[in-house]
C-alpha cells in the first residue's frame, strides 16, 4: 500500500526532525519500485524537509496527483532493459515541475542484479545526493566521508545488509524498498 508507506515515511521524517542528531541535517530518499512513489509523495508532502529523491528501478507513476507537488530535485535510475518501467518513469518526468533527471543503467534489468549494476546505481544516487544536499553546514564538516557513508549505505540498501552501519547513520538515511526500514 503506497499510501501507507508514504504515511510513514513522512512520519520518520518528522522524527528525523525531532531528533538532536538529525534535526539540522536535510533529509534525502531512496525508493526503489513501489517505494519510490512513496518517497515522492512523502517529499511532496515535506517539501522543507526532503532536499533530494533517488528512485532506482521504481514506479514514481504510482505517486499521481503528488508528481506536480514535488520540489525535491529527482534522480530517476532505471535499467536499459527495464523498457515498461522506462517509459512508465518517462511519463511520470513528464509531470514533475522540479528538477529531475532520467538515467538508464547499461544493460541493466528492472532488479539491477547484473554484475556492477548496482555499484553503479550507489556511485550515481551519492553524486546526486552530494550535489544536492551539499553545502549544507554540518554535512560540510564530514565532506568526503559523508560520500564515503552513503555509497557504503547505498550498497548496503541494495544488499539489504544494514548489520556494518552505525545507528547514527541508519537514523539519517532513510530507505524504502517496498517495505520502510525504520531507525
Not at 22 to 39: E, Q, R, V, W
Not at 100 to 113: D, K, M, S
Not at 125 to 149: C, N, Q, Y
Amino acid at each position: 500500500n503506497i499510501l501507507l508507506l508514504a504515511q510513514r515515511l513522512v512520519r520518520v521524517v518528522d522524527w528525523l526532525q525531532l531528533d538532536n542528531l538529525t534535526n539540522a541535517l536535510p533529509a534525502g530518499l531512496f525508493g526503489a519500485s513501489t517505494g519510490a512513489a512513496a518517497a515522492l509523495i512523502a517529499a511532496a508532502l515535506r517539501p522543507e524537509r526532503v532536499k533530494s529523491v533517488v528512485s532506482r528501478g521504481g514506479r514514481p507513476d504510482l505517486a499521481g496527483d503528488a508528481l506536480p507537488r514535488v520540489k525535491s530535485p529527482t534522480l530517476l535510475l532505471v535499467g536499459s532493459r527495464d523498457t515498461e518501467v522506462i517509459e512508465l518513469n518517462r511519463l511520470a518526468a513528464a509531470r514533475m515541475r522540479c528538477e529531475h533527471q532520467l538515467t538508464l543503467v547499461p544493460g541493466a534489468t528492472h532488479l539491477f542484479e547484473e554484475s556492477g549494476a548496482l555499484e553503479q546505481v550507489s556511485q550515481l544516487a551519492t553524486e546526486w545526493f552530494t550535489r544536492h544536499m551539499l553545502p549544507h553546514p554540518r554535512l560540510e564538516k564530514i565532506g568526503p566521508r559523508a560520500v564515503s557513508v552513503s555509497n557504503k549505505l547505498l550498497s548496503s540498501v541494495a544488499s539489504a545488509d544494514f548489520a556494518g552501519l552505525g545507528s547514527t547513520y541508519r537514523r539519517a538515511f532513510v530507505a524504502v524498498d517496498s517495505q520502510i526500514l525504520c531507525p
